[in-house]
């Protein structure tokens, strides 16, 4: 049986004049790791922090657990790990003491506090660097004792927003392996982004929000089936004419052809494939190419064709 983790009906949120959540409907289950992903303003933050009862909101109901989300839902809140965006650690304690102090606000027994600690610091890899206080920290550093003080209690959900940012590559992929082995842990994630490519390589469902409103959801396989691009084909051309490019636009299924600087890019229709039609026809044009691929329609394609802009800006 599917148990629903997180349950979002009908929310809205208003600042004012503006909309910020729209009617926004979520349902996570237990074991996913589902993505928020949408451009900046589209409200993610907004999301979480009402998911959170950080945040009051105008309408809608919110479920954690199968149970109301409150205030005052203090065994609720028990369960959730939190890692904001905006790192959140005592400047006055080291690494150690802030994991320590974090833990220490779920778990009483000092034994097993020791214990989770522990295992917290050698998740995020800071072992050698207990003694720190966080301002002697790279970011990179800094953002993973924030997801240790996060996470340090063993939480069943653990929401990330947008945990990556401003971090160098290596405590990227750090960040991104440790999400991965905390769902394999048993942990429910929810990891908001901006990052397509993160979104894509982590998260099992996932919401596209754009101005407060979920406009596709699903596996990433379903998103992308909901739009009318298909496959795209890729070719890097030398002596490409413009009457070229025109007779490629005539082929059955090309929904759109893009030359920008040697790269040509065909758009076809969802399901068609047209790779052997356009390889022999620049092979009877005697046209010249380098690289020739095809790939997959991305999650900003989805975006680009539900909303008309790109998911960054
Ligand atoms: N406290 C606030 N008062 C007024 N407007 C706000 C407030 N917080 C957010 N907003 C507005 O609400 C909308 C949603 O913002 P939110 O921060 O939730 O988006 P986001 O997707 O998390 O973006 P980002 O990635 O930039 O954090 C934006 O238009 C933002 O300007």
Do not use: W
């Amino acid at each position: 049986m599917t148990v629903v983790i997180v349950k979002i009906d009908n929310l809205v949120k208003r600042y004012g004049d503006l909309i910020a959540l729209d009617h926004l409907n979520i349902e996570i289950k237990e074991g996913e790791i589902f993505g928020l992903l949408g451009p900046n303003g589209s409200g993610k933050t907004t999301a979480i922090n009402c998911i959170l009862s950080l945040l009051k909101f105008d309408k809608g109901n919110i479920e954690i657990f199968g149970r109301e989300m409150k205030p005052t839902a203090y065994p609720i809140k028990q369960d959730i790990g939190i890692v904001m965006q905006n790192v959140a650690v005592f400047e006055e304690l080291t690494v150690y003491e802030n994991i320590d102090y974090f833990c220490g606000l779920y778990i009483k027994d000092k034994k097993k506090r020791k214990e989770l600690v522990q295992q917290a610091i050698e998740f995020v890899a800071l072992k050698d660097f207990v003694k720190f206080y966080p301002k002697k920290l790279s970011g990179g550093l800094l953002r993973r004792l924030n997801i240790a003080c996060g996470i340090a209690h063993k939480p069943k959900l653990i929401i990330l927003d947008e945990p990556t940012v401003a971090v160098d590559p290596q405590s990227r992929n750090n960040i991104l392996e440790g999400i991965k082995r905390l769902n394999e842990e048993g942990a429910t994630i929810i990891y908001t982004s901006h990052y397509m490519e993160e979104i894509e390589q982590l998260c099992s469902r996932l919401a596209i929000l754009d101005k407060g409103k979920v406009i596709a959801t699903g596996t990433k396989q379903e998103v992308k089936g909901m739009i009318s691009l298909g496959e795209k084909i890729v070719i890097e051309t030398f002596n490409l004419k413009e009457e070229h490019i025109e007779k490629i636009r005539e082929i059955p299924n090309v929904i759109d052809v893009e030359l920008k600087e040697n790269i040509l890019t065909i758009k076809q229709k969802s399901g068609a494939s047209n790779l052997v039609n356009i390889t022999s026809f620049i092979a009877n044009h005697d046209i010249s190419y380098g690289k020739i691929y095809s790939e997959l329609p991305t999650l900003n394609d989805v975006f680009l064709e539900i909303t008309g802009k790109e998911l960054r800006d």
